[in-house]
C-alpha cells in the first residue's frame, strides 16, 4: 500500500516565525513531490513541487526533498496569518500521473 | 498553470438520485483525474479519465456507481449514482500540465470542487 504519511496538527506558530512542515513516503520508485495548500472550502492550490535531492525556494517557501530517507520537508519563512490553512504532501511514481495525499497538516499562524 | 472549471459547484441531492458533475480544462490534457474529498479528510483518487478508452478505477470505486466520460482533451464528466448521505463530500476534478525546462515534469491542478450534500 502506497502511504504518504503527514502529521495532522494543528501546527501553530507566531507571526513572523518559520513553520516546518514534514512527510515521509513509503513507494521508493516515488518521482515527484508536492506540496498544496487547502483553505476551507477551498479546493488544492499547489504552492511547491520538487523532483531531486536537495533544496528548492520560491520566495518564502522552501521544499526539501531526501529519497534516501523518504522525506519530504516544507519551509514557510516569516509566516503570516494569511499562511493559516491546511498543507497537503502528495507524490506521484510516474510524470502526470495521479498524485496519492497525505491526511494534511492544518498550520495556525497567530498574529 | 492552467484555468480548470467545475459545474455545479455545490448541490443538495436526495438519496437514491443521480449527479453529474461536468469538468472543464482550458487547453488539451491527455489525463484528467478525479478525486473525492470527504468532510475532514484528504483526497483520494476515484479514477482517472482518459479520452478514447474506459476510465481506470481505483480500489472501492466502481463504474456503475461512478460512471466517468471523456469525450474529448478538455472535458469530462463524473456522475455519482444512486446516490446515499455517505456520497456528501467535495468532488475535485485535476490534470496534469508539463512545465518548461531540461527535464520534463507535469504539475497537477485542480478545478474548485462540487460540495455535494445527499440528504
Known amino acids: 500500500q502506497k502511504e504518504v504519511e503527514q502529521n495532522s496538527g494543528p501546527l501553530s506558530v507566531p507571526e513572523g516565525a518559520i513553520a516546518s512542515l514534514n512527510c515521509t513516503y513509503s513507494d521508493r520508485v516515488s518521482q515527484s513531490f508536492f506540496w498544496y495548500r487547502q483553505y476551507s472550502g477551498k479546493s488544492p492550490e499547489l504552492i511547491m513541487s520538487i523532483y531531486s535531492n536537495g533544496d528548492k525556494e520560491d520566495g518564502r517557501f522552501t521544499a526539501q526533498l531526501n529519497k534516501a530517507s523518504q522525506y519530504v520537508s516544507l519551509l514557510i519563512r516569516d509566516s503570516q496569518p494569511s499562511d493559516s490553512a491546511t498543507y497537503l504532501c502528495?507524490?506521484?511514481?510516474?510524470?502526470?500521473?495521479?498524485?496519492?495525499f497525505g491526511k494534511g497538516t492544518t498550520l495556525s499562524v497567530s498574529s | 498553470s492552467a484555468v480548470i472549471s467545475q459545474k455545479p459547484s455545490r448541490d443538495i441531492c436526495q438519496r437514491g438520485t443521480s449527479l453529474t458533475i461536468q469538468c472543464q480544462v482550458d487547453?488539451?490534457?491527455?489525463?484528467m483525474f478525479w478525486y473525492r474529498q470527504q468532510p475532514g479528510q484528504s483526497l483520494t483518487l476515484i479514477a482517472t479519465?482518459?479520452?478514447?478508452?474506459?476510465?481506470?478505477?481505483e480500489s472501492g470505486f466502481v463504474i456503475d456507481k461512478f460512471p466517468i466520460s471523456r469525450p474529448n482533451l478538455t472535458f469530462s464528466t463524473l456522475t455519482v449514482s444512486n446516490m446515499s448521505p455517505e456520497d456528501s463530500s467535495i468532488y475535485l476534478c485535476s490534470a496534469p500540465f508539463g512545465t518548461s525546462g531540461r527535464v520534463r515534469t507535469y504539475e497537477q491542478y485542480f478545478g474548485p470542487g462540487t460540495r455535494l450534500t445527499v440528504t
Open positions: 502528495a507524490s506521484s511514481n510516474q510524470a502526470g500521473t495521479a498524485l496519492i
Open positions: 479519465a482518459n479520452q478514447g478508452s474506459e476510465a481506470t478505477y
Open positions: 487547453s488539451q490534457v491527455t489525463m
